[in-house]
């Protein structure tokens, strides 16, 4: 049996776009690399439940959108329709089923944004809030939305800005309209990257780019609000030298909280306590240079690796019991990869 991968990449060296790859669950690896689309830089992908439309970041020369793409005959993605504008392309994308929307966080222009979208894949954009603000970091110089997606019980959607420390939690209408609900503000120098939701949907943990620490997070579905619970690192003491946050996920059972860091090129996992804060299991390294994606397969049992810089992926298996990972495969070729999304 086996299970489908795509991966979001820069087109800065070799890559040519989205990709795609073959987790075999037999045989516990990694194979067949095949291009799936010719993107400019889709660093960052949504993919609808059946697979049939996906949805990408792009840049193409000075511009910077979205590309909306079908899955063929043939099994590929071909484009259907592209949105375009000035500037800097959006850092992240996601798909809202129930409202047939596309939501982007822009992290140079700090904007979130509502695109309408129907079963044709086209795009029209119905809504988008700039951020404004700055805080204590050289890269918190004005807003920098770097997540912008819905809370569990769909609700809300939450926002992410690195720039201003803060996470915004709003509303959206029938026609795609924000209404801003909540903000909440973390220790200066955070940076606030991406958020993943406790299956129960009471509970969230949240990713600091800059400070290198996971933040415990109650969220109250009554009102859309977060509360702190906790801080705690995802480097060893020892680690001086320069780390970024990139991705945090969290297994299907709640029990594990995974978090990539780039510089100490590690995967830390924490096991989930009974209060629902964290503590720490173990450091992993990743086997290749800036791990800034990876995803859990669906089944809970391997867990997939991106490195932007060394063009490899890496595979693990994860202990389902202790959470714990052993590393299956490293140095398997594939370029500039900046996303992991199981299909």
Request: contains cysteine.
């Amino acid at each position: 049996m086996t299970q489908k991968v795509l991966l979001g990449t820069y087109t800065k060296r070799d890559s040519k776009g989205v990709y795609s790859i073959e987790l075999d669950l037999n045989e516990k690896k990694l194979s067949n690399l095949q291009v799936e689309a010719e993107v400019g830089s889709p660093t960052y992908l949504a993919v609808t439940e059946n697979g049939e439309r996906l949805y990408t970041v792009l840049k193409n020369g000075d511009k910077g959108g979205l590309n909306a793409l079908k899955k063929t005959d043939d099994g590929s993605y071909a484009t259907t329709d592209v949105y375009t504008q000035e500037g800097s392309s959006p850092c992240y994308v996601a798909y809202d089923a129930k409202r047939n929307f596309v939501y982007t966080a822009n992290y140079h222009t700090g904007e979130v944004a509502v695109f309408k979208t129907d079963e044709n894949g086209s795009l029209t954009l119905a809504d988008s809030v700039q951020h404004s603000g700055k805080s204590v970091h050289e890269n918190q110089k004005s807003a920098h939305a770097h997540y912008f997606d819905l809370t569990p019980d769909e609700k809300y959607l939450i926002a992410c800005d690195l720039g201003t420390d803060e996470v915004v939690t709003y509303e959206v209408d029938e026609e795609g309209k924000l209404s801003e609900v909540d903000v909440i503000s973390v220790a200066p120098g955070t940076g606030p990257r991406h958020i993943v939701f406790h299956p129960n949907g009471q509970f969230a943990y949240l990713f600091g780019e800059l400070s290198s620490d996971v933040l415990a997070l109650s969220y109250n579905s009554e009102n859309g609000t977060l509360s702190h619970l906790q801080t705690i690192s995802s480097i060893p003491e020892e680690h001086t030298e320069f780390n970024g946050g990139a991705a945090i996920r969290i297994s299907n059972d709640g029990k594990y909280v995974y978090a990539s860091n780039r510089g100490h090129d590690s995967i830390v996992v924490y096991s989930v306590k009974e209060d629902f804060t964290l503590e720490l299991v173990e450091y992993v390294p990743t086997e290749g240079e800036i791990p800034r994606d990876f995803n859990i397969d669906p089944s809970g049992q391997f867990v997939v690796v991106g490195h932007q810089d060394t063009d490899n992926l890496t595979l693990f298996e994860r202990d389902t019991e202790t959470g714990k990972l052993s590393l299956l495969q490293k140095d398997v070729y594939a370029p500039e990869v900046v996303c992991v999304v199981f299909l």
